[in-house]
């Protein structure tokens, strides 16, 4: 069915796993497709895909996943080699392909991270871009949407669909300026490295970001790692957040009263709660297991050689040096790197680093281009920092002999 959006545009709505078959044979003959999602993350283990937005040459169109459910033929689009996938911030839009086909797009270009490139911009919401990019201005409304709620309306649908409507022309301005900056291989190289930390970061078991875990001994550390895992079991179980299951304050409070005595569990402010005697023995459990771990297996106890106090106020100030540095060159600093990055860039060049540790970010790559070899030629003298216009919003200036 196809419905008339504010903006004088037709779309195809897709409501049926037919007509999905039809917006999927129409689009396997272009070489490439944009597409953005409409999704609810706060009640759900996973974020509840409720809408596809889908755009291509002669093709809009809005896809209801609350009624269409069977989504392998569209996902399995993006597989081919022969076709590009255009996004903006894409990592919920991986992370829905990764858990229903568990592959990647074959060609993803994600237009945030080209601008990041090509500006000094990183990361660019949507709306700024386009209006940056293109000086057009998208849809405000509808910005509190539940998308679980059906039917949505015109506008709500027309708000959905200006997060692709732009896409192509963004994704084209966007290829001729790295193309013209010669940066097209870096943007290669960081869209491959941006997928492999989306992917490890849908499998990884991510108990180290606990809030409060700074300052735990290493067995409460071990304690709080087996508590993370039987926390996102329960969730997952349950179909909810995590942190409805148990909150990271009360996570960490266990850790530090270090019992599994049941009746001291439930003593703790904040665990007087009307499911606390079902969830009670497997958390008991998850805090023995912790407890009576050998030492040698608790978290925590790797050695690191730390940079004496100076390396940090150095790696500060050069960032701030390197940060103007890549205004100036149109890159966006916050892609390049942070202080803690240069911090660590330092503290390896100086001998600091553990033998066999990966190589630090800005020492690889296009990153080592653009900061690696001007750090190295400040290290030997070869280039000199000194301060420049104090009017300036950038007022270190770097000089290279």
Known sequence: ?????????????????????RLVDRLATQPFLAFDTEFVSEHTYRSQLCLIQVAAPGVLAVIDTLTVTELDPFWRLLTDEARTTIVHAGREEMGFILQAIGERPANLFDVQLAAGLVDHDYPAGYAALVRRLLNVQTNKGETRTDWRRRPL???QLDYALDDVRYLERMWRKLQTKLEATGRTAWMEAEMATWQ??????FTRKRWRRVSGLSGLSRRELAVARELWHWRDSVAE???MPPKRVLRDDLLVELCKRRSADPQQISAIRGMQRSDLRHILPGLADAIERGLSLPDDECPGGEKHRAPPSHVAVLGQFMATAVAGMCRQMKIAPALVGTASDMRDLLAWKLGFGEEGEPSPLLATGWRREVVGE????LLSGKAALRVGDLSSSDPLVIDRG
């Open 374 to 377: 001007l750090i190295d030629d």
């Open 237 to 239: 179980q349950r179909d």
């Open 153 to 155: 309306s015109d506008a």
């Open 1 to 21: 069915m196809t419905k008339p959006s504010t903006s004088a545009e037709s779309f195809d709505h897709i409501t049926t796993a037919s007509q999905l078959g």
């Open 196 to 201: 492999d930390d989306v992917a490890e970061s």
